[in-house]
């Protein structure tokens, strides 16, 4: 990789040892992917803030460096374990809690934006076009190169918060211009947002860095967030093109058959004790459907709503919220159905939601079966 005298001399450690740590993470990277340099990025989006994730290790290591360390650029931050502000309403570890408050005191300590949301495109302006970031949340990254037309690789944890401390990214992969050597032909009809997150699920194993999906036609806001929640649940890939022209790539079909493929796998119960919904967190266009949707009814069983806290706080200003607890919902901020504390195995045999991501987790993490069914069945079998 060709450095700058500056990357040079952060890498000897003549800029301090959390820089040379910073650079190390960088150029290993760079090396792994092909980099021929490093370039500048406007905007980090970390993840590795959930203390289910990063574990005593994860929290020690940030104590340490934020005694120090400062972001260079705007960053924001995923979801943590809990709501903030309903942490006594659960009946959580006073390790667990412990542990999260280092962890978020840590990152405010190095400047981080406590935005706790998997969301950033939704509360944040968008930067222009071809603008290069470093997200480590992979339905963020995925949105991030396929919707808002932005550069950034998948990160990882680690590969984001050297971004975040340095402002640079190795110049690899998906930050250059690639042609997809893959597309995929939905063939499902009628297909609602359940149906494009198992495309998207399905995407994600059988793509390598990109994909083309062609046959899709106009896509909600929950259709699209469930599209990169599924492939980012699944693998590697990063990126989508929608593009009817497939005659120079190979060719594959997603049809009834590879749906259901996907539904036996990741539907495991006939019926859930409670409801989830939120993975990814809820943006204010959903919050306002799902309320328009629950005008004069309200949920049988325990529902679980997951939504940033600035989209909590216009929602409420909005009156969304009022009718939502009416209905019989929790809103929780701050969090995300994804490795929660909140759902344990011990209190919970079944979750319904309608999140592909939220399914693959709740079953592979939380140790809980999962009843997926689409926003408009929970609506229709699950409330009164």
Known sequence: MELTREEESALKGEQGEIMQMAYRILVATGEATDAEKLIPIEWAHLSGVNYNTIGDAGEEFLSSISKDARVKVKTS??????????????????????????????????????????IPYEIFDIPTGGTQVSFAESNAAIHANSFDNLKTNKESAFSALASALTGKSPYSSLRKEESSKLTIRMKVENPNELTYGMLGFFAGKVGNESVNISGIGHMDRRSCKSLCGGMGTSGTCAKFNFDEDDSESEVVDFDEKEMKE????????????LITLGSPQLGLEEISDLTN??????????????????????????????????????????CCTCLTPLIKKD????????????????KNSNGVDVNLKSLSEIIEDETK
């Open 77 to 118: 931050l995923n979801p943590m374990g809990f709501d903030i502000d309903n942490v006594s309403n659960y009946n959580l570890d006073d390790n667990f809690i412990s542990k999260q408050l280092s962890i978020k005191q840590s990152y405010e300590n190095m400047g981080v934006i406590p935005s706790f949301s998997c």
């Open 262 to 273: 996907v539904y036996d796998q990741l539907n495991t119960a006939e019926k859930g004790d």
């Open 293 to 334: 949707k629950l005008k004069g009814r309200s949920f049988k069983k325990r529902c679980m709503i997951f939504c940033p806290r600035a989209v909590k706080e216009q929602a409420t200003k909005l009156g969304h919220t009022n009718e939502l607890e009416r209905a019989g919902c929790e809103i929780l901020s701050d």
């Open 347 to 362: 209190e919970v045999d079944a979750v319904t939601t309608n999140s592909i991501k939220g399914a693959y987790y709740l």
